[in-house]
C-alpha cells in the first residue's frame, strides 16, 4: 500500500457528496459517503454506506458497514420513496424536503479510535462512544459506550474493554488529537507498552 499523505485517498469507484474528509483519510471501493463529517486518519474498507453522520478519527470501518441508513415514513398509506422522491417520477412534483430534514436530525456521531466489524449496521440517532468495537454482523439501534465491545442483532454489550477507570484516562490523554510528528515519535510505545504504563507515561 502506497503511503498516505495530508491529503484524503478516495478510490475512484467511491462516491463522495458534501462531506468533509480529514488528513490522511481512506475511502476504499464502492464506498458511498452522503454529507458525513470523517475524522483525521479514519478509513472504511469498501462496500460501505454512510449518511448524515459525524466520524470521529481514528476510525477503523470494515467493508460492508452501514452507517445511518435510511428510515422510511412507516406510518403513511405507503413506505415508497415515490412519496418523498417525487420529482423522479413526475415533471411537476417537489421533493419531500422535510423528509430529508428529518434523516439529518437523526445522524450518528461516532467517536475516536473506534472499530466497527465487517457487515455491520448502525442506526439512525445511535452514539458509538470514543473507543467502542461493534462486533461483525452486529446491528446497533442504541448508544454505545465509550470502550464498550457490542455484538448480536440488536446489539447489545459483550464485555467492556477496559476498566472504566482505564477508559477515562484515555479520554482525558486524547492521544488522538496529537500531531503527526508526535504519533510517529511515540509509534513504539503504541505497539509495545500495556495501555496503563502508556498512560502513566504520557498523562
Keep these: 500500500m502506497a503511503k498516505l499523505s495530508g491529503a484524503p485517498w478516495i478510490d475512484p469507484t467511491a462516491r463522495v457528496v458534501d462531506s468533509v474528509l480529514g488528513r490522511c483519510t481512506e475511502i476504499m471501493a464502492g464506498s458511498t459517503l452522503l454529507e458525513v463529517e470523517f475524522g483525521d486518519y479514519s478509513y472504511c474498507a469498501g462496500r460501505n454506506e454512510i449518511a448524515y453522520s459525524r466520524i470521529g478519527k481514528f476510525a477503523n470501518i470494515a467493508s460492508g458497514c452501514r452507517i445511518c441508513p435510511t428510515n422510511h415514513p412507516y406510518q403513511r398509506a405507503s413506505l415508497h420513496h415515490f412519496m418523498y422522491r417525487a420529482a423522479s417520477y413526475w415533471d411537476d412534483a417537489e421533493d419531500e424536503a422535510e423528509v430529508f430534514e428529518e434523516r439529518r436530525r ?6 475516536h479510535d473506534t472499530w466497527f466489524g465487517y457487515n455491520a449496521v448502525i442506526m439512525p440517532g445511535v452514539s458509538v462512544g470514543d473507543g467502542a468495537i461493534v462486533a461483525a454482523g452486529a446491528v446497533v439501534t442504541k448508544d454505545v459506550a ?8 440488536a446489539a447489545s454489550e459483550i464485555k467492556r474493554r477496559f476498566p472504566e ?36 507515561k504520557y498523562e
Design 165 to 200: 477507570g482505564v477508559a477515562a484516562r484515555l479520554q482525558a490523554l486524547a492521544w488522538w488529537d496529537w500531531d503527526h510528528a508526535t504519533l510517529r515519535a511515540r509509534l513504539q510505545d503504541f505497539r509495545e507498552l500495556p495501555v496503563e504504563a502508556f498512560l502513566e
Design 106 to 111: 437523526n445522524g450518528v456521531t461516532v467517536g
Design 146 to 153: 465509550p470502550y464498550t465491545i457490542v455484538g448480536g442483532v
